[in-house]
């Protein structure tokens, strides 16, 4: 409760030595962390894709939510935390298939 934003995957992803990189790389270069974990969560090779990151967000109200995860990122984060332990959450993930 009352984190910022939790990325995760949605299924078993395979693992990759330059997911955590290419992440950081994305957030440098000024994408939101939602952007920046669903790009490089996803893995593809030419027309299939395989992974399937998710990122849940938590903010006090459902516009709060919406602007968190459409903005939050790490290179520049909102130093106030969601307020109180109510609120909305709002998820998003890239459906490769699951477990």
């Not at 009352?2 to 000024?30: C, K, T, W, Y």
């Not at 984060?77 to 993930?93: E, H, K, L, T």
């Amino acid at each position: 409760m009352r984190a910022h934003q939790g990325m995760a995957f949605h299924n078993s992803p395979d693992d990759a030595d330059d997911r955590l990189e290419e992440f950081v790389e994305n957030i440098d270069d000024g994408d939101s962390n939602k952007s920046s974990w669903l790009d490089a969560g996803e893995a593809c090779f030419v027309f299939w894709c395989w992974n399937s990151p998710s990122v849940m967000t938590f903010g006090s109200t459902s516009a709060d939510a919406n602007d968190r995860h459409s903005n939050e990122t790490m290179k520049s984060p909102r130093a106030d935390a969601p307020s109180g332990w109510g609120g909305f959450y709002v998820w998003q993930f890239i459906d490769n298939g699951g477990c």
